[in-house]
């Protein structure tokens, strides 16, 4: 029989927590959020009922279209973590209330003129193999104080996702790294880990994990961005 959404949730958690007590560090300091790209917003209302609050959309247009339904869930932040193109900035500052994929200076000051304030993070990209968007490490510098430089928009961390292996061990040294490289610029929040690898960047300093497949099972084909 399917496990059911509450199941899938209950052991991601225990994971999370042997994650946690392995580097004794505590669940306050880690959100959960959930990836909901590809299915409908009704998977946002079953893990909202169980108590999820963060959710993970790839798509602008996609997530458009759910807008609707759950705007008005109390408390529920959604957070962009797909690429964003320049000229879909204007409705991802009014659909989405964290952009965790900022990697120019262009798209922050476009994200910027947003009517309202926005929580962002800027998306690293510490392998050719990784994902295609992405700052190089080199260009972080001058990124980072591009972003601070805009008023609207509040820098909270980084965010990478690291070439795909089925073995987490091979994602670690990504997660080092973008640690090492949040704490060289003061900054705290680290999103990176996902259904396959999220213990291995809990216990490299994860502040964020994006978590689909462990929650809502394996995805149907994405439709095209
Ligand atoms: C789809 C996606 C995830 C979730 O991946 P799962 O392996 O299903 O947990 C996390 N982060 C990003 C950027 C994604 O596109």
Redesign the pocket.
């Known amino acids: 029989m399917e496990e059911s959404l509450r199941e899938k949730l209950d052991r991601v958690e225990e994971r999370l927590s042997r994650a946690l007590a392995r580097c004794g560090r505590s669940r306050g300091e880690v959100t959960l959020l959930a ?1 909901t ?1 590809v299915f409908p917003y009704q998977a946002i209302e079953a893990a909202y009922a169980l108590g999820l609050r963060e959710f ?1 959309e ?1 798509y602008v247009r996609e997530f458009e279209a759910k807008h609707p339904h759950v705007k008005s869930l109390p408390g529920a932040r959604f957070h962009l ?2 690429h964003l193109q320049s000229n879909k900035t204007r409705r991802a500052g009014e659909l989405f209330d964290v952009i965790e994929t900022v990697d120019s200076a262009k798209l922050a000051r476009r994200l910027n003129e947003a009517p309202r304030r926005l929580d962002v993070m800027i998306e690293v990209k510490l392998s050719p193999e990784g ?1 295609k968007s992405g700052a190089a490490p080199m260009e972080l510098p001058a990124l980072i104080e591009a972003v601070r430089g805009c008023s609207n928009l509040r820098l909270t961390g980084l965010m990478t ?1 690291p070439p795909w292996s089925e073995d987490p061990e091979e994602s670690r040294p990504y997660f080092r790294r973008l640690r090492e490289l949040a704490a060289s610029h003061g900054l705290t929040g680290l999103s990176m880990g ?3 690898d999220f213990e291995a960047a809990i216990e490299e300093g994860s502040t964020c994990i ?5 929650l809502f099972g394996r ?1 149907p084909k994405p439709e095209a961005a």
Request: aromatic content about 0%; charged content about 20%; hydrophobic content about 35%.
């Open positions: 990836v790209k993970g790839n973590i797909g994902s996702m996902m259904s396959h994006r978590v689909g497949t462990a995805r």
